[in-house]
């Protein structure tokens, strides 16, 4: 930073020097800052594409891996000033990621649990997109009064009564509705849907290597089922 004090006075001066380290300038009437954005050396960019390191939010568990949400975001398809429902939000992560996809994107995250939906407040300030609509309930009945969403995740209870088909409901013409479902009650409710209205059905498995003893082996993650689908009619 450099700070400009009194300037034209007898008094001018002025100052150089990093946050880190800034002391500050002394009192004066009138300061006049610049600011220079550098990223440290250990910074790890945050890209604006989907598929942040899942070590970039808070959580507890409940999250949208990075390979599995990079592959959700592409079928959510976000386009400038649409809105997206983020339903069972856990984390956040796809709502924030849609968010950082282009200045105008919106998205409510809808969380039952407090815990959870204060990290998601958190997450969102930390990652650049502290606009982010937090609401605090259980869908279906969460989702009564939000405005029409362009598309719907759902990530989290899925199996409640009436949840999928209230989001159905609400999605406006040409949106898109994405579900993943990790257990056997919610990949069968999903099959169903799939059979009744179609769209596009596929299964994830995700590995990664981890140390074995002193070598290197291949640990899977549970396979994640991620139905999507676009609404086509206006009724």
């Known amino acids: 930073m450099t700070v400009l004090s009194d300037l034209g006075a007898a008094t001018e001066t002025i100052q150089h020097g990093t946050a880190g380290t800034w002391a500050g300038p002394a009192a004066s009437p009138l300061h006049v800052i610049a600011v220079e954005c550098v990223a440290g050396p250990d910074t790890e ?3 604006l594409v989907p598929g942040l390191p899942d070590t970039a939010y808070e959580h507890d568990g409940q999250l949208t891996k990075r390979e599995v949400r990079a592959v959700t975001l592409s079928r959510l398809a976000p386009l400038p000033g649409e809105l997206l429902w983020d339903v069972g939000a856990g984390a956040g ?4 990621e849609w968010m950082r996809s282009h200045p105008t994107c919106a998205a409510v995250a809808v969380e039952s649990r407090p815990d959870r939906a204060a990290a998601i407040r958190r997450n969102a300030a930390r990652l650049g997109v502290p606009s ?3 609401v605090e309930g259980t869908a279906p009945a969460a989702l009564d009064g939000l405005p029409a969403p362009d598309a719907v995740f759902v990530g989290g209870g899925v199996t409640a009564p009436g949840l ?10 040409g949106g898109r509705l994405v579900v993943n479902a990790v257990t056997l ?14 769209g596009d ?3 994830l498995a995700v590995q990664r290597a981890s140390p074995v003893g002193g070598f290197t082996g291949w640990r899977p993650a549970m396979p994640v089922t991620i139905w999507s689908l676009t609404r086509k009619d206006d009724t």
């Open 93 to 96: 992560s796809i709502a924030v």
């Open 201 to 203: 059905l596929v299964r």
């Open 164 to 173: 999928l088909e209230r989001c159905w409901s609400h999605l406006r013409p």
């Open 185 to 198: 009650e919610s990949e069968a409710l999903i099959g169903q849907w799939y059979g009744r209205l179609g």
């Open 45 to 47: 960019p945050m890209a």
């Open 132 to 134: 982010l609509r937090v």
